[in-house]
């Protein structure tokens, strides 16, 4: 499942096989994420730009130019090293769940929560000041806080909605609740 | 599941977990109009840790966006910082008109004027009665003029409050609709069991302790009435700063025992306050409607009130008596209330305000109001232009600029985050 933010993608060992661990990935697609470092990159330098050629030397532009080039290029590193390439989520079931972030540079977050302590997938909607987003949460035993499956990445709804109703098989929620949610969010 | 034939979004700054008339009246209106099979989803601020999306009874669905208040219970005005927010909720739930409460609610001018921007109906309900003269009002007037000069329909809760808006809006009358607030009549019943009236006759008060709803009046009358007549006694529920001149009046005229005074009193005791009572007493200065008088008289109580705004209009002549928001006149008004409480049954009375006022008849006629609203043809940027040039010699001028503003910040963000970026909610059904 694609669209234009992210990429879905559903790994099963065996659709058939109960106990199998079923993997599924979150990926940003890499135009979207590099310009967005991009734009910010040159915002960043005609910043700088302004900056010093008004305040510092203004006899020579050509040193300007460059120290501009060289801080902004370092802040472009430094953003993209941030940057998030995939998000995945592990459901190994009687055992836990594994939320993984991987980072351009390479560079993997993980986090194993054991499936006694996941007391409910939930469905949320979160609002900012600015906009609205669907997110996928767990509601963890001893926690007050719910904890987001996907940290960074903000998915579709069409792409949580499976995630969600596999994490709820696997701890075991009650069926006929699930079957009458289900029934009747369309859209 | 069909389809709902329109999709109201409500904008307004005072919503519950706040108490007050604007609030009830969006919360009955939208749950008359979810039975009448529309879908309706409201707008506030966030209350303290109260943000995000909640839903109440029958689905009506709340969005408390944390924008913190920062004035009597008003969002900070940014003019175009609620744009993103009122666009993305907007697309989501897929509005098709909306209607924003109340001419002293920040959130909801924004709103308005960012939906006008992007094309959408707007309909607008005033709920209060402003001045003229003071420097507050006039800069109210202003803003008013400026978010009502380019909507399609107002609704107002009385004739006055329409001739009021009116006249501080320069919006045409033929536009101005007027649909009265009502009452929960199932929720507001007489007692089954009348306090006799024989021995002690019980007047009730049940309101903010403020100037602006007369505390002051009932400092001068509440004494005279208790000299005149030794069988009475008064039940004051309510809180405000006026409380203290209360208790001082009480101390001075030595009232502890024939004046009884209740403090705040939650909305869901409100009833079982009124049917202590024979008498309700409302000394308000200034009206749109005053729902108070509604509640007293669908409870069975007799009421007297002052001659101010829209109250003339709330209820029929045997069930109020009026007076000039003066003290005499009002010991006057009250001296004949006793007179004719033997004649009052409050059964009668109750079934009278059944048929008289229902929220269902408010949702009805809210609905022919927003099928006008969505007949209405849709008029570009430099034709709403115009209208704006009219409010004033530079006002005007000041007002095309913001609408050019916002316009241009709409289309920016439609090339940020287009349309088909924003992902439309499901509607969900709940379970009766």
Known sequence: MASKRYTYIHESESETRRGAIDIHHVIINRSRSTGYTRLMGLAFFLVILGASMYFLEKDNPVRNLSWSCLLSGFFIMIQSRKLVKKESVIIMPTFGIQLETQCLSGKTVSRFIPIGKILKPVLVECVTPVTCYWSLSLYLRGEEQFTLVFKELRPSLKMLVPIWKALCTVIGTDQSEMITEEKHVSG | ???????????????????????????????????????????????????????????????????????????????????????????????????????????????????????????????????????????????????????????????????????????????????????????????????????????????????????????????????????????????????????????KHSLQDRVEMLGAVPHSRVRSVLVTGHIFLNSSLTEAFCIAILEAASCGLLTVSTRVGGVPEVLPDDMVVLAEPDPDDMVRAIEKAISILPSINPEEMHNRMKKLYSWQDVAKRTEIVYDRALKCSNRNLLERLSRFLSCGAWAGKVFCMVMIIDYLLWRLLQLLQPDDDIEEAPDINFLH
């Open chain 2, 1 to 251: 599941m069909a389809e709902p034939k329109l999709r109201v979004l409500m904008v307004s700054d005072f919503f519950f977990p706040n108490f007050g008339g604007v609030e009830n009246h969006i919360y009955y209106l939208s749950q008359c109009l979810l039975k009448l099979g529309h879908k309706v989803v409201v707008m506030t601020h966030a209350y303290g840790n109260r943000t995000g999306v909640r839903y109440m009874t029958g689905g009506l669905k709340v969005y408390y966006v944390p924008w913190r208040p920062f004035a009597m219970q008003n969002t900070f005005p940014t003019v175009y910082g609620t744009l993103p927010i009122v666009r993305t909720i907007l697309i989501r739930e897929r509005i098709t008109v909306v209607h924003g409460h109340q001419a002293f609610s920040t959130l909801c001018h924004e709103a308005l004027m960012h939906a006008r921007t992007m094309g959408y109906r707007v309909v607008f309900t005033d709920h209060s009665l402003y001045g003229f003269a003071d420097v507050g009002s006039i800069h109210m007037n202003k803003v008013l003029q400026f978010s009502l000069a380019d909507i399609d329909q107002a609704i107002c809760v009385s004739h006055t409050s329409k001739e009021n808006t009116v006249l501080r809006s320069g919006l045409p009358p033929a536009k101005v609709f007027m649909i009265p607030n009502a009452v929960d009549t199932a929720m507001f019943r007489p007692a089954d069991v009348r306090p006799s009236a024989d021995v002690v006759i019980t007047i009730v008060v049940i309101s903010r302790l403020v100037y602006r709803k007369g505390a002051d009046l009932l400092v001068e009358v509440i004494p005279e009435v208790c000299r005149l007549y030794p069988n009475v006694r008064f039940v004051v529920g309510g809180d405000g700063p006026k409380h203290v001149r209360l208790e001082e009046m009480r101390e």
